[in-house]
């Protein structure tokens, strides 16, 4: 990902200027990073390096989730919507 995809996600999606802590640029960040990852492993097939790596990403991604829909349900509804990611139940 480059310098621009990634701060035009963190501006759209931090709570303020600069903001990259928070779980919804984190999730957001991971979100691009996954998807790019997949791209890969579709043309890559025997890259188990990388595979790893996005499981990790994706559990991240997962942890992060939860945290958030405990903390803050609406802005969790809004971001999965936004991100087109599948709500737990």
Known sequence: MDKAKRSEIISKYGRKEGDTGSPEVQIALLSARILEL??????NKKDHSTRRGLLAMVSLRKKLLAFLMRENLAKYIELTDALGI???K
């Open 38 to 43: 997949t791209e890969h492993l579709k043309a």
């Open 86 to 88: 599948r709500r737990a």
